[in-house]
């Protein structure tokens, strides 16, 4: 998890993402963060995600990201 949030503040420093769980719906995050979470998601957890799983509940928060890096792996 400690690398997702690394990545998730890189993209917005002034973001509390331990908390935060309203990323897209509050247009904290937009198209352009998603692709570049979506790279550096592959990068760092050799996950690729689906374009199927490309919607705002698998975004909105740290957590819900995370969980799907989990539920990819297992795949």
Not at 24 to 51: K, M, Q, R, W
Not at 52 to 61: H, V
């Amino acid at each position: 998890m400690q690398k997702l949030l690394t990545i998730l503040q890189d993209l917005h420093p002034e973001v509390e993402f331990e908390t935060a769980d309203h990323l897209i719906d509050d247009g904290i995050l937009d198209s352009f963060d998603i692709v570049t979470l979506v790279a550096e998601i592959d990068d760092a957890y050799g996950v690729a995600v689906p374009a199927q799983e490309l919607m705002p509940e698998n975004f909105n928060s740290a957590g819900a990201l995370y969980a799907l890096i989990q539920r990819l792996r297992d795949e």
